[in-house]
């Protein structure tokens, strides 16, 4: 099917839209949006493939979050669910360190769970869904995943692709990630925050993704609500208004963005 908005980031398979999942996904195919349904650990991975497989305008991604370290990392389980025709990124994946007392402890396990990923996401050919979140007044998540992007891009080549989940980094991280060849994505925390817009106007058009990372940060318009992936629209008008351009150019690359990532194409 052709998308006229996609999110490239939402948690739909997730409790909070247990009452109203049906209701919202025909009204989602009626406006023609379409989403990627992130797992952050084996269970709701499990339950965003088997959304995926139902609907046509849903895909899945993959993962185990950087804050579930404490579960072992279930290859054989999770190459099953990434090699699935539906699922198209591993994810999420990445590093957490925002209000972790010890980072470098965080730090020691969440590595290894990440770089299985990595290799998983490699073997699978299917793009990276990264999750990063450094410590208070630091980059230093994402300065961590730009050396292990690196030197993973030195053992795998330029079959590792991805995409930078809500990207909270400035002009220098964004440079690192698009000379990798990694996306960035932005949900409507850009509706209300300005942090966001010197890196914003940065990236090329064909770089960006338009997200929602539903149920979470709804849209200026709605905040304190519960999210969902109908606000994509509100993402990719902001992201037109801070770069100055039309909507609907912004509209038409934020889908051919998420097809070219994740192989709809
Ligand atoms: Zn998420």
Redesign the pocket.
């Known amino acids: 099917m052709s998308f006229q908005y996609f999110d490239a ?3 739909i398979e997730g409790d909070e839209f247990n009452e109203d999942r049906e209701e919202l996904l025909s009204k989602m195919m009626k406006e023609n949006i379409g989403t990627v349904a ?1 797992g ?1 650990d084996e269970e709701s991975s499990e339950r965003a493939v088997a959304l995926a497989e139902k609907y046509e305008h849903v895909f899945s991604a993959v993962g185990q ?1 950087p804050i579930e370290t404490n579960n072992v990392f279930d290859d054989h389980a999770f190459m099953k669910l990434a090699n699935n025709n539906r699922t198209v990124a591993i994810g ?1 994946c990445g590093l957490e360190y925002f209000r972790i007392d010890n980072v470098a402890e965080a730090r020691s396990k969440q590595v290894p769970l990440f770089e299985a990923q990595i290799a998983l996401a490699v073997k699978v050919n299917k793009p990276l ?1 990264i ?1 990063a979140r450094p410590s208070e007044k630091s980059m230093d998540a994402y300065h961590d995943i730009i050396d292990l992007l690196k030197s993973a891009k030195r053992e795998y080549g330029d079959s590792l692709t991805g995409n930078m ?2 990207f909270a980094g400035g002009v220098d991280e964004a440079r690192a990630f698009l000379e990798l060849g990694f996306t960035i994505s932005y949900t409507a925390v850009i509706t209300f925050a300005r942090d966001y817009d010197e890196a914003i106007r940065f990236a090329p058009r064909d770089m960006i993704l338009s ?1 929602t ?1 539903s149920p ?1 940060v709804a849209p200026a318009s709605r905040r304190g609500t519960r999210n969902d992936p109908l606000a994509v629209k509100d993402v990719v008008s902001a992201l037109a208004g801070i770069r100055g351009e039309s909507e609907e150019s912004m509209r038409v690359s934020t889908v051919e963005n998420a097809m070219r990532l994740f192989k709809l194409v």
């Open positions: 980031h939402s948690h992130v952050v979050h999420e869904m999750h989940h809500f997200e990372d979470y």
